[in-house]
């Protein structure tokens, strides 16, 4: 047996471990998880009561067309139905962008540090990738425009970016997409959407239209508080969806997932008062960044990438004990910070203690 050749000495996905278990392990009566970007806050009620009704139907294979999900999304977005994707996360959709587009001879262009499924997937289909450093935290657009030729298919944009938080404004944005080649897919992945409040975010639905290679990417995972159900989805021209159609596996979202996205879509309400409590959150973490001298990304996100001035693992590790869970940035290519989602007010306090308790802690390496 033998796989293919770029898979061989490829890292595969480790997932964290079970909260039970760890508190089990350090003895902790509770844990508070701060690493992956969760809506602290849940999900809408509506979305919770939908998956209850629906708990009965098992046994009939879920809409392989999203229809009604389709049809309330497509609406909202001001779409043609035939202009969405629906992907099992939008993790997912970068998958069928990579394995329909991305071979052996062709290239994608990334920036570096950003999220790592973009170049995991393209690595699986045998294309070189071109990662462009960061200026600032933010997407060099001029220097990745640079690394565009003949062979590169795809471009992405994560906007705003992870694992900084940080954007890409409009005006920046469209003249980027002005000097794009025709061939070029653009990619503007906005998982964080909802969070954002910078008045000069661009508003990319609108944009499809006229740029025929542009995909915009959302998911259900973040604010709409439905990471358990992976439902994610792309808009982009209806012969780009086409060409992704057939490599979507059959029946990809499941039914519970459907329901809940379409009733978590339409309570609008609920995303608002999450996006209020993370405005909150958000100003407790720069308050407590900036009574301490910590650096941090300005965030248009429910996240903030904090320099800690000490190696990020262990203060993970430190954190760890005091019975939260955060991302160390070391392996996200921020050796000496933490990346932490904004919890509860409560919760943000109680880090805050703990993070104190830690940043004095004479044992962990200070900053070279």
């Known amino acids: 047996m033998q796989p293919k050749a770029q898979l061989l000495g490829l890292p595969s996905y480790e997932p964290g471990k079970p909260i039970e278990e760890v508190k089990n392990e350090l003895g902790l009566e509770e844990i508070v998880k701060l690493a992956s ?39 909202s977005l001001a779409v043609d139905e ?20 991305l071979e052996k001879g062709t290239n994608t262009v990334t920036a570096h540090p950003t999220f790592s499924q973009y170049k995991l ?19 060099d657009l001029d220097a990745m425009l640079e690394a565009i030729d003949e062979q590169t298919k795809i471009v992405w944009v994560c906007n705003p970016n992870n694992p900084t938080g940080t954007y890409v404004d409009e005006e920046d944005f469209i003249r980027f997409l002005d000097q794009v080649p025709p061939h070029v897919i653009v990619v503007s992945d906005e998982a964080y959407y909802e969070y954002v409040t910078a008045e000069d975010y661009p508003q990319t639905i609108p944009l499809i239209e006229r740029y025929k290679q542009l995909i ?22 209806k012969q780009l969806i086409s060409y992704l159609q057939p490599v979507r596996p059959p029946f990809n979202n499941v039914s519970f997932g ?111």
């Not at 990417?217 to 982009?236: D, E, H, I, M, N």
């Open 216 to 237: 915009v990417l959302r998911t259900f995972s973040k604010a709409y508080g439905l990471a358990a159900l992976r439902v994610g989805f792309g808009v982009a021209n």
């Open 258 to 368: 459907q329901i809940a996205a379409k009733e978590a879509w339409l309570d609008q309400d609920f995303i608002q008062r999450c996006l209020e409590k993370n405005n909150q959150g958000m100003k407790q973490f720069k308050d407590f960044c900036e009574k301490h001298q910590l650096n941090y990304y300005p965030s248009q996100t429910n996240f903030l990438l904090i320099e800690v001035n000490q190696i990020g693992d262990e203060v993970f590790q430190a954190l760890l004990k005091e019975g939260f869970i955060v991302r160390s940035g070391n392996p996200l290519g921020f050796s000496q910070a933490i990346r932490v989602t904004i919890g509860k007010e409560e919760d943000n306090k109680r880090l805050f203690t703990a993070m104190e308790k830690v940043l004095s802690l004479p044992s962990l390496s200070p900053n070279a």
């Open 121 to 139: 997937n393209a690595t699986i289909e045998g294309a070189d990738i071109r990662e462009v450093p960061l200026k600032k935290g933010v997407h």
């Open 82 to 101: 035939d202009q969405l994707i629906f992907g099992n996360g939008s993790d997912e959709v970068i998958q069928f962008l990579c394995r329909t587009f």
């Open 37 to 75: 970007n969760e809506n602290p806050f849940g999900a809408s009620e509506k979305a919770v009561e939908a998956i209850q009704k629906a708990a009965m139907n098992t046994a009939v294979y879920p809409d392989g067309y999203a229809r009604e999900l389709r049809q309330v999304v497509a609406s």
